[in-house]
T-cell receptor, first 115, second 109 residues
Framework: KAGVTQTPRYLIKTRGQQVTLSCSPISGHRSVSWYQQTPGQGLQFLFEYFSETQRNKGNFPGRFSGRQFSNSRSEMNVSTLELGDSALYLC??????????????FGPGTRLLVL | QKEVEQNSGPLSVPEGAIASLNCTYSDRVSQSFFWYRQYSGKSPELIMSIYSNGDKEDGRFTAQLNKASQYVSLLIRDSQPSDSATYLCAVRGNTPLVFGKGTRLSVIA
């Protein structure tokens, strides 16, 4: 069974631009979560989607948004990029919304560099 | 603010020794506990999950959970140089997964 896939793997943008990242979960998984990882802050939760609905949102500004499609694929968008948005963006999938007993599996990540 | 605390390390152990990684968490209603391994430049990879007090063993890895003390640990027996990585503790209750910042483990050959 194929794992979580993320595209693109690497991205370079300049300040003020916007970016869209894509995530395809493991086949059969309907829940997708997004995380931002930086050396200083570690892994921080962005949002979680299940059945095209956002279930949870982390403490990030409104410039960060996401959506999920009927085939469970998910996208996240960051508008008006700032230097501090440079990070590894990780997508994780699970069968159902992650709760007691539910395991998330991570994709390879998209490394975003904002110049 | 729900927190997960880990010693950042680096934790250096000789090859063949036992590596002990520790994690404490603040949210008493936490129900699920995970250990992920992350190699430099790679994404986190699930090693162990544990949900009940006590020990859970899987090969060279043993996870230990003490909910009363809000403490979870990971023991790696017969440590190998290939175990050198950052180990992330993650905790989940009624909120999304909260990660610690990880402990960097270095196994010296």
């Amino acid at each position: 069974k194929a794992g979580v896939t993320q595209t693109p793997r690497y991205l370079i943008k300049t300040r003020g631009q916007q970016v869209t990242l894509s995530c395809s979960p493991i086949s059969g998984h309907r829940s997708v979560s997004w995380y931002q990882q930086t050396p200083g802050q570690g892994l921080q939760f962005l949002f979680e989607y299940f059945s095209e609905t956002q279930r949870n949102k982390g403490n990030f500004p409104g410039r960060f948004s996401g959506r999920q499609f009927s085939n469970s694929r998910s996208e996240m968008n960051v508008s008006t990029l700032e230097l501090g948005d440079s990070a590894l963006y990780l997508c994780a999938s699970s069968l159902v919304p992650a709760g007691a007993g539910e395991t998330q599996y991570f994709g390879p990540g998209t490394r975003l560099l904002v110049l | 603010q729900k927190e997960v605390e880990q010693n950042s390390g680096p934790l250096s152990v000789p090859e063949g020794a036992i590596a002990s990684l520790n994690c404490t968490y603040s949210d008493r209603v936490s129900q699920s506990f995970f250990w992920y391994r992350q190699y430099s430049g790679k994404s986190p990879e699930l090693i162990m999950s544990i949900y009940s007090n006590g020990d859970k063993e899987d090969g060279r890895f043993t996870a230990q959970l003490n909910k009363a003390s809000q403490y979870v640990s990971l023991l790696i027996r017969d440590s190998q140089p290939s175990d050198s990585a950052t180990y992330l503790c993650a905790v989940r209750g009624n909120t999304p997964l909260v990660f610690g910042k990880g402990t960097r483990l270095s196994v010296i050959a």
